[in-house]
Nanobody, 123 residues
């Protein structure tokens, strides 16, 4: 059984928007830093954004700053990634994860992972 479940991926044109959701159980979410990662075909998984337990700290990869916004609703055990002004290079499978590291910690600090949701941006 998946610990985290992503949804909201799809196919959009460049310049469009998508909102990804990550649904979790309280056990795998409420006390943990949340993060989004992505992996494009033929490339390694890379960090996208992270948010602290209470949502007061965030961190973004340079290539999404000003376009993507990470948020969380601890009452719903859900994390979000609002993606605006999407570009073809944003095409990837997007994964959510939770762990005990800070918002600048690497992927190795994340314990729980989702299965991923495909995001495809057409030019």
């Amino acid at each position: 059984q998946a610990q985290l479940v992503e949804s909201g991926g799809g196919l959009v044109q460049a310049g469009g928007s998508l909102r990804l959701s990550c649904a979790a159980s309280e056990r795998t979410f409420s006390a943990y830093t949340g993060g989004w990662f992505r992996q494009a075909p033929g490339k390694e998984r890379e960090f996208v954004a992270a948010i602290s337990v209470h949502g007061d700290e965030t961190n973004y990869a340079d290539f999404v700053k000003g376009r993507f916004t990470i948020s969380r609703d601890n009452a719903k055990n859900t994390m979000y990634l609002q993606m605006n002004n999407l570009k073809p290079e944003d095409t990837a499978v997007y994964f959510c994860a939770t762990g005990i590291g800070s918002v600048v910690a690497g992927s190795g600090s994340y314990y729980y992972w989702g299965q991923g949701t495909q995001v495809t941006i057409s030019s």
